[in-house]
Every structure is written in structure tokens, then in C-alpha cells.
T-cell receptor
Framework: EPEVTQTPSHQVTQMGQEVILRCVPI?????FYWYRQILGQKVEFLVS????????KSEIFDDQFSVERPDGSNFTLKIRSTKLEDSAMYFC??????????FGSGTRLTVV | AQSVTQPDIHITVSEGASLELRCNYS??????LFWYVQSPGQGLQLLLK??????LVQGIKGFEAEFKRSQSSFNLRKPSVHWSDAAEYFC?????????????FGTGTQLKVEL
């Protein structure tokens, strides 16, 4: 069964550093997403991406965040200058038009 | 704005007992509804989804859910719980946007299974 692959599974970074979280969506999917789950809290939508541009973003997704699909297969989330409160599990997801919404296994980001 | 409420934060059941996890949603149009399960430190695994048609939906691992429009509910059920079902369960509603479907999640229900 097709999978969404995320790397790394765990990343530790120092406050103020830039991080890039990587995702390989399912190959025939057109819509790509990032979600975040702070420890012990619910999963929150960050951003959706379609046709090489952001289609929707939440209030969490401020200027410190950016997304990119650099080569037609990878989908990345960049946090420019990490804060302690960015520590969370980040999930990538992809979907076709309506069905087949699939999440990756997540990247646990720890900011120290 | 759409929202999802899971009123039970924690539920404890005995192995072999039946289970029902509650989910209520608030959304103006026809909802697309999902249940996900998450084991500690793991990702989100889709249990089942409802888009249209039969309001009783069968999923993996013996789970089912029933969509009740009149009650704005999508409760998850299992007739006999196994110890391996201990995990956190999330209900979610999908909102169609121009760029796909945005999921709004509930706060989750932590299931503990007593042997």
C-alpha cells in the first residue's frame, strides 16, 4: 500500500536554528499538507499546498514557516528560526481529490 | 467555523467488553468524517471514513462508526475490545477547500484496556 514517508523521524535543534522537515507524498496525489501536534494536544492543521502554491494556511503558519515542493517528489516544511514552542510532532499528509487522505508517521521536533 | 468535540478525554474498558467513543461535529454542510488511532509516539492510522451513502461504516480492526445527521454525531464502536486497542483515538471532519481537504481534529480520547 502506498505510503507517505517523512524524514527524519526525530530531530533535535537549538533555538534560533533553521530546520527542514522532509516528506515524500504518495506519487499520484495532488494535495499536500502539514499538521502539527504539540505533546498531549490535538492535531492542528498548518498548511495545504496544491498546484505549486499554498492554498490555505492557519494562523499558526506565520512568516517563520515556509513550504516547498522542490523537485516534484519531495515536500518540505522549513522553520526559519525555531522557538521552544515549535517543539511538536509534525505530520505530512497527501490526498487525491477527495479520497485517500494519508498521513506520514511524523517527525518529532525538539527545540532546546 | 467547523469543530469536533470528543467529550470523553479518558475511557477505561475491560478486555472483551464493548466500546463506544463519542464524536460530535459542527459543520454547515455535509461532513466528511474520519476516525484515526494513534499509539504512543506513532503516527495517525486511519480506522474508517464516511463520505456518503450507508451511514454505518465498517473499518479496520473490527471497528465501525455510525453517522447520525440529526445528532451531528459519528460515534466509533467495537463489540469486543482487545488489549492492543489501547491507544488514543481522534475524530476529524474534512472541509473541502479549493486546495483539497483540511481536517479539523477533536481533542482525542485516550483508551485504556484492563486485562
Amino acid at each position: 500500500e502506498p505510503e507517505v514517508t517523512q524524514t527524519p523521524s526525530h530531530q533535535v535543534t537549538q533555538m534560533g536554528q533553521e530546520v527542514i522537515l522532509r516528506c515524500v507524498p504518495i506519487s499520484n496525489h495532488l494535495y499536500f499538507y502539514w499538521y502539527r501536534q504539540i505533546l498531549g494536544q490535538k492535531v492542528e492543521f498548518l498548511v495545504s499546498f496544491y498546484n505549486n502554491e499554498i492554498s490555505e494556511k492557519s494562523e499558526i503558519f506565520d512568516d517563520q514557516f515556509s513550504v516547498e515542493r522542490p523537485d516534484g517528489s519531495n515536500f518540505t516544511l522549513k522553520i526559519r528560526s525555531t522557538k521552544l514552542e515549535d517543539s511538536a510532532m509534525y505530520f505530512c499528509a497527501s490526498s487525491d481529490s477527495l479520497y485517500g487522505y494519508t498521513f506520514g508517521s511524523g517527525t518529532r521536533l525538539t527545540v532546546v | 467555523a467547523q469543530s469536533v468535540t470528543q467529550p470523553d478525554i479518558h475511557i477505561t474498558v475491560s478486555e472483551g467488553a464493548s466500546l463506544e467513543l463519542r464524536c460530535n461535529y459542527s459543520y454547515g454542510a455535509t461532513p466528511y468524517l474520519f476516525w484515526y488511532v494513534q499509539s504512543p509516539g506513532q503516527g495517525l492510522q486511519l480506522l474508517l471514513k464516511y463520505f456518503s451513502g450507508d451511514t454505518l461504516v465498517q473499518g479496520i480492526k473490527g471497528f465501525e462508526a455510525e453517522f447520525k445527521r440529526s445528532q451531528s454525531s459519528f460515534n466509533l464502536r467495537k463489540p469486543s475490545v482487545h488489549w492492543s486497542d489501547a491507544a488514543e483515538y481522534f475524530c476529524a471532519v474534512a472541509i473541502r477547500t479549493g486546495g483539497g481537504n483540511k481536517l479539523t481534529f477533536g481533542t482525542g480520547t485516550q483508551l485504556k484496556v484492563e486485562l
